[in-house]
């Protein structure tokens, strides 16, 4: 396998790695203010993601720097192009992380309040913004000769684009519901557990619609293969759910996003931008690459390192598997 | 230009977080490694208190972190295709070694109290300060790269440069002398933070804590002076290997117009620093000689000749970066440095014999930690204005370097957007370490984590 394909499906792998970690940070954080009645529920609901949300975002920040290495017409395009959506999703990112780690440094319920609902807004921008970055990737965007994007933010609002970051927008929704259902015990658990279904119906729709139509117009067979494999996915999610597995259900949800991601890069390859002006300005895994030497290297620091990074966050993972309380009050 | 002042404004505020999280991780891990040592009740309190401070500042740090990656593309993205093949390998590479270290330990840190070992928990905290040295070796080397280009050929016919030699780049000259400068800097500017909390407690807060905050506040000063020193040495070295890779710079730090030899330098010069007639200025004959050279009657090379050299080598143009702002921050980076540590000095001898300042001295332990932050950022805007017109030194020049399809507009939403975002965020968080530290030593056993922290029966009492 040539080293720009090996360099395009671990950048897929990073992606998918953002998008499944990722995806239940930006559930929970949109269901905070919605699923916590109390100010102790809700303490409880953020300890779900506490030890991991900020190593969950790291796996961004490798995928985007992985981009600007491996690929760096790619990375220029691409976020010079997507310029105020990008700009957005980083406030959010933003507001989210400072939210996250300030809320409960004050003990005033009025500036809790305040942070859970920004918190929840911050969740929501991204989680709806990926998905139109992506779908409009994916379907192809104005490039030009000089590998420059000549449209603007309404170009990327397009009904797929829109479509594509509802289904995100969903799929992290239902992934939040799952995982607070496996991490959260009593009410909280059945609140949870309880939405999945609702939640997972409306998610299902959606989700198949953009699938089948982002296989229609550029998928291959192995593409669509792995969507439909996705779709059973997020069935056997739906069922463990309603079964009261919810590790199960966590799997299955995980995977749905996983191969979700899988088949739109699927979909993409062997282009990364393909544009929509003319296909001869199509970036692709070749003329968007770095030189082979800057690739071999960063072949061997990724073979080294990206092992050990997946040994230690498995083992935080582990350290932290119990099931969160919901504490009334900190004992003094 | 409007990117620039984006790229110029987030940096330096990101830089304000930086040095005071590699400072405070490794300041965290020592009073902890202190506690694991003896299990003296105390060293668990200050590591609390400190810890504190530190993941206030790291929360800002790592989001206006994720700003700068994507800059990059976003706003200077014919800069990105041109050095992507040698600059982007240190960002991914910074991420995987660096990033996923810190944050996945820091996690285990926060939330791992009485749930890990005593031992597994306190290498934790190391590993993640370990993780904050190492990001600031790759990203500096990065950074050296623009300053001095190393292991590279530029291919014409693909536009663009090219990595050759990857080793090169990561013991570039210009990156092993920055990083022990910078990471110097880094302690410095915690040592003024801890001094200046800890001798607001001493005088505002009298209490049973007495003893921990003058540790702190003595054991800050020192590690003020030491690195401030080292500050000093590492930057004497910097300089002069800055004249020889970029002269242009360290003429402009003088305002040098004529070449010299001996050299002189200026201590504060009335003018306008623009090649006419100063109007006053306080000379030291022979240091600048010796700033850039190592040799008092060394020849400094003016702006005039350096600017008739690079117009023959790179053919005609201003190759003369704004001549009094290099100047001046040159000037306020040493200056804010000196005043930092000549207090520091100053409260050592106040404090000696268990003798305390006095209140009238509260002013300037207030004003202490802001001393060193100023001196990054001045540090920071004088290597990158010194620099100009280039973006990477005799390769690419910054006009050249930004995106050519993002509108002024746009960049302008961004720039505003950015600030006032960053602006609400400051004062959110310098009103954060402020309550932390009017609350003093948190009480602390040691199997309950911070989540439980702040909770309303919890050392607000004031």
Known sequence: MELTTVWFALIAFLWIGYFVLEGFDFGVGMLLPVL???????????????PVWDGNEVWLIVAGGATFAAFPEWYATLFSGFYLPLFLILVGLIVRGVGIEYRNKESSLRWRGRWDVLIAVASFIPALLWGVAFANIVAGVPI?????FTGNLFT????????GGA??????????????ALKTEGELRDRANRLVTPVGLVTAVVAVAFLAWTNVQTGTLVSSVVAAVAALAFVGALIANRLRREGWAFLGSAVTIALAVASLFLALFPDVMPSSTNPVYSLTTTNAASTPYTLTIMTVVAVIFTPLVLLYQGWTYWVFRKRVTVQPSAKR | MLSRWQFGITTVYHFFFVPLTIGLAFTTAGFQTAWYRTGKEQYLRLTRFVGELFLINFALGIVTGIVQEFQFGMNWSSYSRFVGDIFGAPLAIEGLLAFFLESTFLGLWIFGWGRLSKGVHLTTIWVAAVGTAISAYIILAANSWMQHPVGYEVNQAAGRAELKDFLAVLTNVTALITFPHTIAAAFMTTGALLTGVALWRLVRRKGPDDGAFRATAKAGAVMLLVSGLLVAVTGDIQGKIMTDQQPMKMAAAEALWETEQPASFSLFTIGTLDGSQNVFSIRVPYVLSFLATGDFNGK???????????????????????????????RLMIGTGILAAAAALWFLFRMRKGRLPGRGTLAIAVALPFLPLAANSFAWMFTEIGRQPWIVFGLMTTATAVSPTSTTLEVLITLVGFTLLYGVLAVV??????????????????????????????????
Do not use: C, S
Request: glycine share 12%; aromatic share 10%; hydrophobic share 40%.
């Open chain 2, 429 to 462: 968080m310098v009103g954060l370490m402020i309550r932390r530290v009017r609350a003093g030593l948190p009480e602390a056993t040691a199997d309950k984590g911070f989540e439980h922290e702040a909770e309303p029966e919890l050392g607000f009492g004031y």
């Open chain 2, 300 to 330: 400094v090379l003016g702006i005039n000749d350096l600017q008739k050299i690079q117009e023959q080598k790179f053919g005609p143009g201003d190759y003369t970066p704004n001549t009094p702002v290099t100047y001046w921050t040159f």
């Open chain 1, 36 to 50: 916590g009645k109390t100010e102790p529920e809700r303490r409880a609901i953020l300890r779900t993601i506490g």
């Open chain 1, 156 to 163: 990327l609002l397009n009904p797929f684009g829109l479509l």
């Open chain 1, 144 to 148: 030009d000769g000089d590998k420059q």
């Open chain 1, 167 to 180: 289904t995100t927008l969903l799929l992290f929704l239902t992934h939040g519901l799952v995982f607070l």
